[in-house]
């Protein structure tokens, strides 16, 4: 990292390398494209944005030894520089709003504009969690009836709403397995079984929650080999065995469904473990397969995935978990309860009455809680809103657009890309490629940064493991065939540079705002800190 000159200002291109192609201006800005140096490049410690009256004299100081000594250290600008600061920033991100985003297994599909209407009505986006429950029966009414929904569509017998992310929905269920297990008296069961494609997040919650975990095989399909499987099982011996479950991701990553989902349950079911599935995938089936249809016992369902509600920079993600009877009782607290009189409850408490015994079949052992408060409130609006504008008509084609659109993209490009599972059949909501075939030692990598030339962000790459360089593009149903063709043409053009060798590709991206960055190095040995210490 460069130290600031005299003025704080530098052109880009000596600041930051942004590369050949933005040498040709003074500033380093590109036609409308602006460049921007770091905050502290441009803020000075010395100057401050705004203009306050020093505070009055005999006022007393109730900080006591924390009052600050030293300054405060931070770049002074005014509104106008800052709002302009993070607007250039801004501009130099990709975002659904302005293209394709075929980030695969992260359903990154349009949030529509409905959602975001509702949600922002003041009864919505005005409530406080620490209202009286008898002022906030609308906001309580919205969890319900979107629990309702969900326990419809997943065919499952109770949801915990308030997990906030797929990975802390993750954490519940296979929580709420830990305490079932122990209430059978059966802690001594301590290995959780995943399949070899599963999303990182499955072993790390495994792992996190105290169980140690053993991979899956997969068979020549790309699916859960389940001879394998029941082996596995079979080696616990009768009655005494060491499973606790499997998380098994359906449809799975390699963009196929599990066929044999409903044996794998039996199976895991008669070894007396219960069965995780990883419903992030559940965009491709909601409206068609009902996972409770499926023995699943677990599963979480990512609202910022299926349910169209923003994804990371544009909102905090929420991963309600659906339960099986057998897992119900001991799902987190709290969760709402609908009374007869049509008065919704805020159970925060465990408790052994009748609404339990309904529900639960006796009394909630609830394993404790997720989250302070009740959940993502402003992602709850928003999924039920979307939800109730497609109706159940509505979502069962979101998720057979969602498939069409994955399989128009895999027959347009296998002739080009290496599909190592077409052969299987037609894809489920996302297609799978590998870098077989490309010349000149290029990479999927290259190809990925070729993407950004082309004004797309790349696709998910090097995911799964089980298949070599491999490229996971998930369209969603919300491209139109226009918008896929033009996304199918660029791809095209980068596979045909890729299998002919053309070295030129290693550059990309030639025509970003920056070059191609060491990633290895970026990840292990982050420079985050201004002016701060390098950590080696
Ligand atoms: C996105 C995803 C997760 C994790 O979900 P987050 O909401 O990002 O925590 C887990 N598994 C799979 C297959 C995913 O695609």
Not at 360 to 376: D, I, K, L, Y
């Amino acid at each position: 990292m460069n130290a600031p000159n005299k003025s704080g200002w530098k052109p880009a291109m000596q600041a930051a390398g942004s590369g050949e192609g933005s040498a040709a201006t003074h500033t380093g800005n590109r036609a409308l494209m602006l460049e921007e140096p770091l905050i502290f490049e441009i803020g000075h410690r010395e100057t401050t944005g705004v203009d306050l009256p020093a505070p009055s004299s005999g006022g007393s100081d109730r900080l006591g030894r924390f009052a600050r000594t030293a300054p405060i250290d931070l770049p002074g600008l005014s509104e106008p520089e800052t709002v302009r600061h993070y607007t250039r920033l801004s501009r130099q991100n990709y975002a659904i709003d302005l293209g394709l985003f075929p980030l695969g297994s992260c359903t990154m599909k349009h949030n529509p504009r409905l959602n975001e209407k509702v949600a922002r009505l003041p009864g919505f986006a005005d409530v406080h969690p620490l209202q009286p429950v008898d002022t906030v029966q609308g906001a309580l009414a919205v969890i319900d009836e979107l629990a309702r929904w969900l326990i419809a569509l997943t065919g499952m017998h109770a949801v915990a709403m308030s997990p906030k992310a797929g990975a802390h929905g993750e954490l519940c269920g296979i929580l709420c397995i830990r305490a079932a297990l122990d209430a059978r008296g059966e802690s001594g069961r301590t290995v959780i079984l995943v399949p070899e494609s599963a999303h990182g997040t499955n072993p790390a919650t495994a792992a996190f929650a105290g169980f140690s975990v053993e991979e899956v095989p997969a068979n020549a399909d790309g699916r859960v080999d389940l001879p394998a499987l029941k082996a596995r099982l079979a080696r616990g011996g009768d009655g005494a065995g060491d499973v606790a479950g499997v998380m098994i991701t359906n449809p799975n990553t390699c963009g196929l469904f599990e066929r044999d989902m409903k044996a794998i349950s039996d199976a895991v079911h008669d070894a007396g473990g219960y069965v995780y599935c990883d419903g992030a995938n559940f965009n491709a089936i909601v409206g068609r397969v009902r996972p409770g249809d499926l023995g699943i016992d677990a599963m979480h369902i990512n609202l910022h995935k299926t349910f169209s509600t923003p994804h990371g920079g544009g909102g905090p993600g929420s991963g309600p978990v659906v339960l099986s009877e057998a897992l119900a009782p001991f799902m987190p607290l709290p969760y709402t309860a609908r009374t007869a009189d049509g008065h919704i409850h805020l159970v925060e408490e465990e408790r052994a009455d009748a609404f339990s015994e309904e529900h639960f079949g006796g009394v909630m052992q609830s394993f404790g809680r997720m989250t302070a408060f009740h959940g993502q409130m402003g992602m709850f609006t928003r999924a039920l809103t979307y939800i109730l504008s497609h109706g159940a008509d509505g979502l069962r084609q979101v998720a057979e657009d969602a498939v069409l659109n994955a399989n128009y993209v895999l027959r347009s490009l296998e002739d080009v890309l290496d599909a190592p599972f077409a052969r299987s059949g037609p894809c489920m909501h996302e297609a799978l490629f590998s870098d077989a075939g490309f010349g000149g030692g290029l990479s999927t990598l290259d190809l990925a940064k070729g993407l950004i030339d082309e004004g797309f962000h790349p696709m998910t790459v090097y995911f799964p493991l089980v298949v070599h360089g491999a490229m996971l593009v998930e369209p969603t149903e919300t491209e139109s065939k226009a918008a896929l063709d033009q996304f199918i043409g660029a791809l095209r053009h980068l596979a045909e540079r890729a299998r002919a060798g053309d070295e030129t590709l290693k550059a990309a991206p030639v025509h970003a705002p920056r070059r191609r960055l060491d990633e290895t190095q970026a990840a292990r040995r982050p420079v985050l800190t201004w002016g701060g210490t390098d950590p080696r």
